[in-house]
């Protein structure tokens, strides 16, 4: 318990010092609004996509060894399990925060806190939280990698609609074009045809720094866009606001609830066909993971994309990205046991 909570602090303290840079550039006025809405543009178009396409297109020897010694169906049955739980999962707490906020009478406001706490930092925090606990198995890390392809998907269809409360934001036409669905598209057909995977081909293994060098930027550069929102914001409005308390005790204790339950139902529902899939309880354990992190820290770079709620999606972020030092491990260990005596 004690290295899971010195992990959850060190892995936040790294998460918000990238808000530095920016609070101080805007600070200095050496960036303004204008600079945030393309360095959200670049964050949402580029570094997300290649996220996508280094998570299943880049993979060292004997992490594809693993994967080619379980096969493809394994793989498929596996993927589809895991996709579906982290759909359910979503709509689950998007049907609660609905409820929850049905009387809230500031509905931008009240669609930002649900934004909030459907969507979780699955990439940058879920993916070492993942490896810690299975010792950096790649099958783990994939399953959680594929919560994250629903996670593009669903913020790209329903987290739109939160923030601009436009059904013509997500129009079938600008959700095919959208770039991160054109990666996963890309991405899932070079992962399951091996031989036209040129990220993998010998000799020009080179061209593997591309995707992984801009996935890396994700997290630095959510948060300097971060960094730059907090910079024009009153520092005590960052603790102040009732809403965001809402939003958060939806995201770090309701979500991963809800998810874990859908997870053991899930469990008990395709326990006959699971087979002899090594780690298998990681397939319904990985949502769960993802659902246990902080806020997405995408939101504010969404939210100046579409210019609705920067600031409420600010404070939001920070004081919940705070309040999960305590509730991640918590909620973490306690999933865990629970898993291990239901199982």
């Known amino acids: 318990m004690l290295d899971m909570f010195i992990k959850v602090i060190l892995s936040i303290a790294v998460l918000l010092l990238f808000i530095v840079p920016g609070y101080v550039l805007r600070k200095m006025k050496l960036v303004d609004g204008g600079s945030k809405r393309a360095l ?6 580029v570094c997300q996509p290649a996220l996508i396409i280094s998570s299943f297109c880049v993979f060292s020897d004997e992490e594809w060894l693993i994967i080619s010694e379980l096969g493809s169906a394994a793989l498929v049955k596996d993927f589809l399990i895991a996709a579906v739980i982290s759909l359910v999962a979503m709509l689950a707490v998007f049907a609660v925060c609905k409820l929850v906020f049905i009387k809230y009478r500031d509905k931008d406001r009240a669609n930002i806190y649900s934004y909030i ?25 994939m399953y959680l990698m594929i919560f994250n392809l629903v996670f ?25 074009l959208n ?38 930027m994700t997290a630095p550069l959510s948060m300097i866009i971060v960094g730059i929102s907090m910079a024009e914001l009153p520092l005590k409005s960052l603790f102040t606001d009732v809403g965001a308390y809402i939003a958060g005790s939806l995201r770090l204790i309701v979500a991963p609830v809800i998810t874990f339950a859908i997870a053991v139902a899930f469990y008990f529902m395709c326990s006959g066909f699971l087979g002899n899939t090594p780690q298998v309880e990681y397939v ?29 999606a600010t404070i939001a972020f920070i004081t919940n990205t705070l309040l999960s030092v305590i509730t991640v491990p918590l909620i973490l260990m306690a999933a865990l046991q629970l898993w291990n005596l239901i199982a």
């Open 284 to 312: 319904f354990l990985a949502p769960v993971i993802a659902m246990c992190m902080s806020p997405a820290a995408t939101v504010v770079a969404m939210a100046e994309q579409y210019q609705k709620g920067g600031q409420t």
């Open 40 to 45: 959200s543009s670049i964050l949402l178009y």
């Open 117 to 141: 706490a459907i969507f979780s930092n699955c990439g940058f925090l879920g993916v070492p939280f993942i490896e810690i606990l299975t010792d950096g198995s790649i099958l783990a890390v």
């Open 152 to 176: 593009a998907l669903v913020v790209w269809t329903l987290g739109v609609w939160l923030l601009t409360g436009d059904r013509r934001n997500i129009s079938v036409k600008k959700v095919l």
């Open 179 to 216: 770039p991160s669905i054109i990666s996963m598209v890309v991405t899932l057909l070079l992962f399951f045809v091996p031989q036209i995977n040129f990220f993998m081909f010998e000799g020009i293994s080179e061209i593997q720094i591309l995707p992984e060098y801009l996935s890396t």
